[in-house]
């Protein structure tokens, strides 16, 4: 059984800063990735950044030199830093893990936090 728990979310002003959390634990976990997606009011559910076991990074155009996804693999922990926040970053963001329980490649959601960049 694996448990994701998100950290983080909250308002803040247009230009400020936000640093969500999610931290994975559970028996015989074997983490391959982990990544952030986002879902707007009335749009599609995103991919934000994703980072690898390896520390292999991929972000989305949209946030590019904004925001910084790292991981401690020791603790099975991501964070993603968002900078200069926007409106548009306006979104429940989404944890995702993609492990390997032993018995093939698993995926798993978090619950999602709330950000909200006023303008």
């Known amino acids: 059984q694996v448990q994701l728990v998100e950290s983080g979310g909250g308002l803040v002003q247009a230009g400020g800063s936000l640093r969500l959390s999610c931290t994975a634990s559970g028996s015989a976990l074997s983490i391959k990735l982990m990544d952030w997606h986002r879902q707007a009011p009335g749009k599609q559910r995103e991919l934000v950044a994703t980072?690898?076991?390896?520390?292999?990074?991929v972000y989305a155009d949209s946030v590019k030199g904004r925001f910084t996804i790292d991981r401690d693999n020791a603790k099975n922990t991501m964070v993603l830093q968002m900078n200069s926040l926007k409106p548009e970053d306006t979104a429940v963001y989404y944890c995702?893990?993609?492990?390997?329980?032993?018995?093939?490649?698993?995926?798993?959601w978090g619950q999602g936090t709330q950000v909200t960049v006023s303008s």
């Open positions: 980072i690898t076991s390896v520390a292999r990074t």
């Open positions: 995702r893990v993609v492990y390997n329980d032993g018995f093939g490649l698993k995926t798993y």
